[in-house]
């Protein structure tokens, strides 16, 4: 069984900076790219960025310039400097892995982390 655990979530003024964590874990053979994405009340999922398993990145728009996502091994990082109010909502880690070498990429997800900015 797979498990991806985020931390690092938490409220902070505009312009402030929070890094968030997410680790891979349990039956993993091998884990492709890696990524997070974010969901405000009454909005619908968004890609904020992701990394795949040679380092290649894509990042939203809006977190260009202020957003770096990061990985080491199973381990995904996002950090956000200057952050604004419209930044706040959950954000999820997920992964794309082969549990076993025979298996297919399956997408796991991240049971979220709440990210609130105030003005």
């Known amino acids: 069984q797979v498990q991806l655990v985020e931390s690092g979530g938490g409220s902070v003024q505009a312009g402030g900076s929070l890094r968030l964590s997410c680790v891979a874990s349990?039956?993993?053979?091998?884990?492709?790219?890696m990524g997070w994405h974010r969901q405000a009340p009454g909005k619908r999922r968004e890609l904020v960025a992701s990394?795949?398993?040679?380092?290649a990145t894509d990042v939203a728009d809006f977190a260009r310039g202020r957003f770096t996502i990061s990985r080491a091994e199973n381990t995904v990082y996002l950090q956000m400097n200057g952050l604004k109010p419209e930044d706040t909502a959950v954000y999820y880690c997920?992964?794309?892995?082969?549990?076993?070498?025979?298996?297919?990429?399956?997408?796991?997800w991240g049971q979220g982390t709440q990210v609130t900015v105030s003005s």
């Open positions: 990394t795949t398993s040679k380092g």
């Open positions: 997920d992964a794309d892995l082969k549990e076993t070498w025979y298996s297919t990429y399956q997408t796991h």
């Open positions: 349990g039956t993993i053979f091998t884990v492709g790219t």
